[in-house]
């Protein structure tokens, strides 16, 4: 994507998501709950994408940036009185300092070994916050009831989380930066040889995916209004943002929020009385996208529907030609 592009899409974005929440007044409590959480999903889900999509990190620590950006606001919250913008914004530098606590360590890993060592790290964080009593231990901590927002703004923040995490995309997608990114995760070591400082790009894409998966953190708890070890530092929020970049589409702006929908929507709020088949459909749909549609929905459907509108004319029929009368050989008199 072009840089002169990637701007007219970062101004219809902003536009779209300022309608959106400018309209939040005129929508329904459930209707503003059940946006607030996918609007969440859609956060989470772009944040890993930044991650894995371009600079090819996959990273199994998502719940760690999630819970330390949802305790930090609540902690934030609770001995500061501060207010939620406030709070949100300090629960993305709490996940901002930990990636950069854990880059010496993660940044030296590659491939799986990088990809387990997100996970140590993840359980790492889960561990010390159930035996830690500073932060509530295993029966976790309970956000003020006088800092509490209503769901229009409550509503209103989780749409300020997914502009950040979009404009974040779109700035990997049209930037040199994003550039130099892509061809670390393709191969780290021709990067090098070309000048690329691949310790830099892996740590701003580290910290950028942390600081904004930690924001969405903080409005969760927010709207849970309690944060506890097994839910808010639980392995699920690392399992629905792959679920969700994957179905739809890594390394695009479009494919996490339509992954959100499909599952969030399509699956899990229509089975919430029966999750054991949701798990077994979300499961199954996975196994489809990845045997038929390995790059994900949104690209196959984008770039069906660009090979269909730029179908090139059928050529004209080739002209009718006249034979022309040959003469008969003459033979040869000796």
């Given amino acids: 994507m072009s840089a002169r592009r990637g701007m007219v899409a970062a101004l219809v974005l902003v536009v779209v998501l300022g309608a959106l929440a400018a309209g939040a007044t005129n929508l329904a409590r459930y209707t503003l709950d059940v946006g607030t959480t996918l609007l969440v999903l859609i956060a989470v889900a772009q944040a890993w994408n930044l991650l894995a999509g371009f600079s090819r990190q996959f990273s199994l620590g998502v719940s760690a940036f999630v819970g330390t950006g949802a305790y930090a606001a609540t902690l934030v919250m ?38 387990i060592g997100t996970l140590a ?51 990997f997608m049209s930037s040199s930066v994003g550039l130099r990114m892509s061809a670390v995760g393709q191969d780290p070591d021709a990067a090098v040889t070309l000048g690329v400082n691949v310790w830099r790009l892996r740590l701003l894409a580290l910290v950028v995916s942390s600081a904004l998966t930690g924001a969405a953190g903080s409005v969760v708890a927010l709207q849970q209004v309690h944060v506890e070890p097994i839910g808010t530092l639980g392995l699920t929020w690392t399992i629905d943002a792959i679920l969700m970049t994957v179905v739809g589409g890594a390394g695009t702006l479009v494919g996490p929020a339509l992954g959100a929908v499909i599952i969030h929507l399509g699956l899990t709020r229509q ?35 660009v090979r269909l509108v730029r179908r090139p004319p059928p050529p004209p029929p080739p002209a009718e030609v006249e034979p022309v009368p040959v003469e008969p050989r003459r033979e040869r008199v000796s």
């Avoid at 913008?85 to 491939?111: I, M, Y």
């Avoid at 790492?124 to 231990?137: D, E, F, Y």
């Avoid at 919430?272 to 949104?298: A, D, K, Q, S, T």
């Fill in 121 to 171: 790290a993840a359980l790492a964080v889960q561990a010390w916050a159930v035996n830690a009593s500073s932060v509530g231990g295993s029966s976790g901590l309970n956000v003020p009831l006088e800092v509490i927002p209503d769901n229009v703004t409550l509503f209103r923040l989780a749409v300020l989380v997914v502009l950040a995490c979009s404009l974040a995309t779109l700035w």
């Fill in 78 to 115: 609770i001995h500061l009185g501060s207010g939620p913008l406030t709070a949100v914004l300090c629960g993305a530098v709490a996940s901002a300092v930990l990636a950069v606590c854990l880059s010496p360590a993660l940044l030296r890993l590659r491939g799986d070994y990088l990809t």
């Fill in 271 to 305: 089975l919430g009385e029966n999750p054991v088949l949701g798990l077994v459909l979300e499961g199954l749909l996975l196994i489809l996208v990845i045997r038929f549609v390995p790059r994900g929905i949104w690209p196959t459907v984008r770039d069906g529907v």
